[in-house]
């Protein structure tokens, strides 16, 4: 079901505008209302700031992403002549937003909107799209957020004057470690799967709050070819950030293209030769390449009703990241006639890569054996446009900061060749990349 705030979409005005420091500007709008960061992997990648809410699309707990940019399309009829091409719906997907169970996490199951402006950096030129409603003007809109947007330092409330000066600034908690194992070994003894994604949690408690534009510099740093992200819903709520390797679909006109990501070692970054070494292991590796095959095998599976000219990788590469390597195959297409962006990301989410094979089965094990609500964690957040360009996400290496709290998430997908200790280890591993983050911040 689609909702939308009931205020018509009357005009949209662009104009070029300074934004000196992106993260600066999300850290403050986040406090006036619904903020959304993104900016792609690389030195080059678009750089996007989404900050209020023009028309809420979306706020069902049972929805799609369809739903969303059926709203969205509608929206566009009311305005006179043509869309702006860079007028986009953002937001968010939880895992599994078809839990029955009353969910617990701050940011729903599934939230999309149009923004009241949207920023957007491409290479020198920076753009802010402003979409008014109702009897609002373009200009009163602009006049709301422009200091945050050109002058974000005004803004600035440090979250803490130092660390902690005995130098133990975080403690952590590991919750789930007995019940990970315990399902890591019901998952090996179930045949009626093949794959289940498990995730566990790590609680941080900091001393201090956690200033969240500074882990966000600091995941832009490690993990450059990553694509950071922060959402917050407003005001005093949590805010959802992390560093993903792991994009879920990216549509330009009708070519499309996605990734398998699956299969993973611990890497050295100091040590090259024990890192090559480790990398062909994952790359011999008959659990790891077994795992990676489920997943393209499931991505080809899923795309084959909607998309024609399906070209897949034809043998994993290694995909580099500050602490670890993944198998990546690349895998591109085009869309069927009638088929649309946002029906490619309904049927790709979630991918078995967080989820499992088969996907139906291995969501009721997740559900049956975690213990905890996901919530936006391995779900998915992105932006369809105006003309039907889209680009999603899976939210991976990620955390929730709360203050001085933070809880951060990861996974390890589980068959019949794996071990309950091993797993363990992984999931330790990846949750140090942003664990080392909020330990960086919290010493400075």
Not at 184 to 212: M, Y
Request: hydrophobic share 40%; glycine share 8%; proline share 5%.
């Amino acid at each position: 079901m689609t909702s939308t705030c009931g205020r018509p979409l009357r005009e949209v005005s662009v104009r070029a505008v300074k934004c000196p420091d992106f993260i600066a500007s999300f850290d403050a709008g986040r406090r006036r209302g619904t903020a959304f960061y993104r900016t792609g992997g690389g030195t080059d990648g678009e750089q996007m700031l989404a900050l209020g809410e023009a028309i809420e699309l979306l706020s069902t707990d049972r929805a799609t992403v369809g739903g969303a940019a059926a709203g969205f399309f509608d929206a566009l009829t009311d305005l006179a002549g043509t869309a702006e091409p860079d007028l986009r719906m953002v937001g968010w997907m939880a895992f599994d937003p078809g839990d029955p169970r009353p969910h617990s996490s701050d940011f729903g199951r599934c939230r999309f909107f149009v923004p009241q402006i949207t920023v957007l950096r491409r290479g020198d030129e920076t753009r802010a799209i402003i979409a008014a409603t109702g009897d609002k003007k373009p200009e009163a809109i602009w006049s709301r957020w422009c200091d945050i947007i050109e002058r974000p330092e005004r803004h600035h409330t440090a979250a803490s004057d130092a660390g902690s000066e005995d130098g133990d600034a975080l403690r952590v908690r590991w919750p789930d470690d007995e019940r990970f194992r315990r399902s890591v070994r019901r998952v090996i003894a179930d045949e009626a799967v093949e794959k289940v994604v498990l995730a566990r949690r790590a609680v941080v408690e900091a001393s201090l709050p956690i200033d969240v534009a500074e882990v966000l510099r600091v995941l832009g740093r490690d993990f450059l070819s990553c694509t950071r992200f922060a959402i917050a819903a407003g005001g005093r709520t949590p805010v959802f950030v992390g560093a993903t390797p792991e994009r879920l679909v990216a549509i330009e006109g009708r070519k499309l293209s996605t990734m398998a990501l699956a299969g993973t070692t611990r890497c050295d970054d100091a040590d090259e030769e024990s890192r090559r070494v480790a990398e062909q292991a994952l790359v011999d590796s008959t659990k790891d390449r077994v795992e990676h095959r489920y997943v393209i095998d499931d991505i080809r599976q899923r795309l084959a009703p909607i998309c024609k000219d399906l070209d897949v990788g034809k043998i994993p590469t290694i995909r580099r990241l500050h602490n670890v390597s993944h198998l990546e195959t690349t895998i591109s297409a085009r869309l069927r006639a009638g088929s649309e962006p946002a029906e490619v990301v309904d049927s790709l989410h979630p991918t078995p890569a967080v989820c499992g094979v088969p996907t139906d089965r291995a969501r009721v094990m997740i559900r049956e054996h975690e213990g905890f609500d996901r919530g936006p964690y391995a779900g998915t957040l992105g932006w369809i446009d105006a003309d039907g360009n889209a680009e999603f996400d899976v939210a991976l290496r990620c955390g929730v900061l709360d203050g001085r709290r933070a809880t951060l998430f990861a996974g390890a997908g589980i068959t019949a060749d794996s071990d309950p200790e091993v797993e363990v280890a992984e999931t330790r591993r990846k949750i140090g990349a942003i664990k080392r983050a909020l330990a960086e911040v919290c010493r400075e």
